[in-house]
């Protein structure tokens, strides 16, 4: 049986990872969040912990070996440094951090590789800290990693869409459409942007658990297809299978009267995430059979059954 512990793991990501890591035979799976919002996953443990509260995370987990950590919550450096300190790290047999895409400085070398140059400091607009403290987060972890002999891993994915999504982001589209309202896109046409569903996340999660290929590598997590704000469109239309109104305005517009599109309107923002393809064999979900299936799952949530 291997042991592996999550940080995190009631939203989202880190949902539909235990989840379909539970389906998994000879996985014992440990939880640790603060419990507002409980799995209920059957053989799943779940400890109420808050991961800051190091004395009290030292008396909820058990004193096992730990075949993998999996951290779903760490944006700063101090969040990794504590979990360390945590676990004995003989006892930490893998450690793998879910970054993000966003640590990248801009650039026109597209699309964007793992070896892209990363920010230097805090970036502009309301999240402008968030990428600066993954960035010095993933420093800290080699750090802590390499002086504690723990093998490690990182992923960064790119614009992350499916079940459980919180953010507004493909939900802003299905509301549209299913209220039969007009859809503002920007007028170009040309922003190209990556996607990758939470069920790659997942799967590329499980594939890399103690697979020595993934040891000290960190791996973007993109799929393939190039989308904009028309393919988005498209895509729409077909895994809904409705006629979807559209209405195109200048990008000044947009900004002038507020309509909050989740994507980029007037850049790229193109990462390559072909690095998990060759060093692991691992193979994306075509966008279009992500979206049917974010699609179905929106349907019974918005009509309450789930």
Known sequence: MKNVLVIGGSYFVGKVFVEELSKVPDYAIYVVNRGNVPLGIQGVTEIKCDRHDTEAMSEAIPSIVWNAVVDFCAYTPEDITTMVSTLPSHAIGQYIFISTSSIYEKTNKLPIGEDALQVTGPQQGPHGDYAYNKHLAEEEFKIQCSENNIPWTIFRPTFIYGKYNYAPRESYFFDLVQEGETIIIPDNGLALFTFVS?????????????????????????????????????????????????????????????????????????????????????????????????????????????
């Open 198 to 306: 939470v069920w790659d996340v997942a799967r590329a999660i499980i594939v890399c658990i103690g697979n020595k290929n993934a040891y000290t590598k960190a791996f973007n997590l993109s799929g393939e297809e190039l989308v904009s704000y028309p393919r988005l469109m498209d895509v729409f239309r077909i895994v809904t299978g409705k006629r979807i109104s559209i209405e195109s305005m200048s990008v000044h517009q947009i900004d002038a009267q507020g309509i909050p599109l989740p994507f980029p309107l007037d850049e790229h923002l193109l990462y390559s995430g072909t690095l998990i393809t060759k060093v692991m064999g691992f193979s994306y979900m075509p966008f279009i059979d992500g979206m049917k299936k974010t699609y179905e799952w929106y349907k019974q949530k918005r009509s309450g059954k789930i």
